[in-house]
């Protein structure tokens, strides 16, 4: 494993700051994440105001990721960032007082999370986008976007599994309070950048009229629709597993906060091994097929999960769940960033937000609703069935959208050392077959 290639983007100073900023910011996020869920289900009982309060936290990301977008594109990225930094501390903050006072309700914890998610609708979109700024090139752009997942998912390892021992030990109030002090870290961090200063933007235009912009380039490019689309299906019928885990933890597994903190850091850990493969690549040749039989191994391990009733063996399933869910999300971020116009990148990475996140408050409330009708695992096997066949499909249409990628992908400069042949001999009329695979 050559660790050179795999970490190339920390070279960049800036991006250095980001990656360790919020690699510690965001081991809070995750604690805060478990504990939520826990002191939702703690206050009542309820499968299905587990996937309501997901549902309300995540449905802004829907509404509002695409305006989102069109501010990324016309404001300084860095600024917009320290501002979300800053609210979602002060969030957390308010979330703990809760807890430690006494007082705490599921209404403050749903409003706290619409509040939260209405700060993410815009600081997701702008940091995706901010990644370019960071790395000052597309050369250790792939890297960069690869290890922006390995640092979710090194959090993601650590922040459940230290969530469960102190929510065991002492209550959800510590996670939050941990939550918003390590918010200081990635503040610090933006605050330390040298930055050059922002080139010189268009006028804006009615802000209608660039969100109207922004999805006919989305919707005409074959490649960055076929991507959304799948993500979308994936992210509204597979990820919504999470919201279920505290069930599985208590009524199947028969175990607490930690169990369930086992759970997700098990997730964590398949997550965090598909971001470093991901870093490991060197082009985006292969992306194509790689997204597709990502979505289908994670449809089959949610299918699989749905089944089992042996801990260990769950443990090792949600593994292998995790790394081909983060395959498939960061193959599919790679491409979109790379294959999109610079001046609509920011719009771009705002439908690629709607997709991820934005369906997520949807499938969260489906889940939650449909764990109440006929049961928790069967919600998950009837989700699993959904990935695997949407995958299946995006495989067969497969052919047809690597027809449209070889002008992009030379336009684009994503493989600047085959683009140069086909300009000298070919005029750049297009790409060997595997190249747009």
Same mark, same amino acid.
């Given at each position: 494993m050559d660790f050179k290639v795999i970490f190339r983007a920390l070279r960049h100073r800036n991006y250095r700051l980001f990656f360790y900023g919020q690699? =510690?910011?965001?081991?809070? !996020?995750?604690?805060?994440a478990v504990a939520v869920s826990w002191l939702v289900y703690r206050l009542t009982d309820s499968a299905l105001w587990l996937g309501l309060a997901g549902f309300l936290s995540q449905i802004p990301s829907f509404l509002m990721t695409p305006l989102a977008g069109v501010v990324a594109d016309r404001y300084p990225r860095h600024r917009i960032l320290v501002a979300t930094q800053t609210l979602s501390m002060l969030l957390a903050l308010a979330l703990s007082l809760f807890v430690f006072t006494g007082v705490v309700t599921v209404a403050h914890v749903v409003a706290v999370g619409v509040l939260l998610g209405l700060?993410?609708?815009?600081?997701?979109? =702008?940091?995706?986008?901010? !990644?370019?700024?960071m790395v000052g090139s597309k050369e250790d752009l792939a890297n960069a976007i690869a290890l922006n997942s390995s640092m979710v998912n090194m959090a993601r390892l650590v922040g459940p599994s230290v969530a469960g021992v102190l929510i065991a030990a002492w209550g959800e109030g510590v996670c939050f309070l941990l939550n918003a002090v390590s918010y200081i870290a990635v503040i610090a961090s933006l605050l330390m950048m040298k930055l050059p200063p922002p080139g010189v933007r268009p006028p804006p235009k009615h802000v209608l009229h660039e969100l109207r912009e922004g999805f006919v380039y989305a919707a005409h490019s074959a490649p960055?629709?076929?991507?959304?689309?799948?993500l979308a299906l994936v992210s509204l019928t597979g990820v919504p597993y999470q919201v279920l885990m505290p069930i599985f933890a208590r009524d199947i597994f028969h175990g607490g906060p930690k169990?369930?903190?086992?759970?997700m850091a098990m997730a964590g850990v398949g997550a965090l091994a598909g971001?470093?493969?991901?870093?490991?690549?060197?082009s985006i040749v292969g992306l194509g097929r790689t997204i597709a039989l990502a979505a289908a191994f994670f449809g089959l391990g949610v299918a699989v999960f749905s089944f089992s009733r042996v801990l260990w063996f769950s443990m090792l399933v949600m593994c292998g769940a995790g790394f081909a869910m983060m395959v498939q999300m960061a193959a599919s971020n790679t491409v979109l960033q790379t294959?999109?116009?610079?001046?609509?990148?920011?719009?771009?990475?705002s439908f690629y937000t709607m997709a991820f996140m934005g369906t997520a408050p949807i499938g969260s409330l489906l889940a939650g609703t449909l764990a109440y009708r006929i049961s928790a695992p069967r919600t998950l096997l009837l989700g699993g069935i959904c990935c695997m066949a949407g995958a299946a499909l995006?495989?067969?249409?497969?052919?047809?959208?690597?027809?449209?990628?070889p002008a992009v992908v030379v336009g684009k400069e994503i493989l600047p050392e085959v683009a140069s042949g086909i300009s000298v001999a070919t005029g750049g009329a297009a790409l060997p077959k595997k190249a747009a695979d």
């Open positions: 690699t =510690v910011s965001l081991t809070g !996020t995750w604690m805060q700060v993410n609708s815009f600081d997701m979109p =702008v940091r995706q986008a901010f !990644t370019i700024d960055i629709r076929a991507v959304l689309l799948l169990v369930l903190g086992f759970l971001a470093l493969y991901l870093a490991g690549r060197k294959i999109s116009e610079e001046d609509k990148r920011g719009r771009v990475m995006f495989m067969r249409k497969l052919p047809s959208i690597r027809k449209r990628m």
